[in-house]
C-alpha cells in the first residue's frame, strides 16, 4: 500500500515538474500587450498541473490510510497516464513513454494486488 502511495506521489511531482518545464520553454510570439500567448498557455497549464498534482496528494494519502474512496480517481488517473503516454512509443519519444506508462502500470497492478484490495475495501476502516 504504501509503495503505490509513494508511486502516486512520484507522478504528482513529475506532472508539476512537467508542467514547470513547459513554462521554462514556452517561447510564443509577443502580443502588443508584452505578454506572449505561449506564456499563457505555460502558465495555465502549470496551475492545472498543480491542481491536479494537489488531488493526487490526496489520493495517494488517502490510499495511505486505506480509505476507500481514494482508489477510484487514483485508478482514472492511470487510465488517462497510459493513454497520454502510449502514443509516445510510436512517435520517437520511447523514454517519455516509458516514463509516462511504467508507473501508471506499476500503480494499476499495485490496486489490485490482494493486500491493497482489503485495506481498501469496503468494509475497512481507515487507520
Known sequence: MTLVALL?????VLLVAGAVSALLLS???AAP????????????LVAFAALFAA???LCAW?????ATW??????VW???????????????????????AVPAVLVLVGLFLPPVV???GRGSVPR
Open 27 to 29: 517561447d510564443g510570439d
Open 33 to 44: 500587450s508584452g505578454v506572449r500567448d505561449a506564456d499563457l498557455v505555460a502558465v495555465g
Open 118 to 120: 482489503a485495506e481498501t
Open 55 to 57: 488531488g493526487l496528494g
Open 8 to 12: 502516486v506521489v512520484a507522478e504528482a
Open 78 to 100: 492511470q487510465v488517462l497516464q497510459l493513454a497520454a503516454g502510449l502514443p509516445a512509443f510510436g512517435g520517437g519519444a520511447a523514454w517519455l513513454g516509458a516514463l509516462v
Open 62 to 66: 488517502g490510499l495511505h490510510q486505506g
Open 70 to 75: 481514494a482508489r477510484s480517481p487514483v485508478l
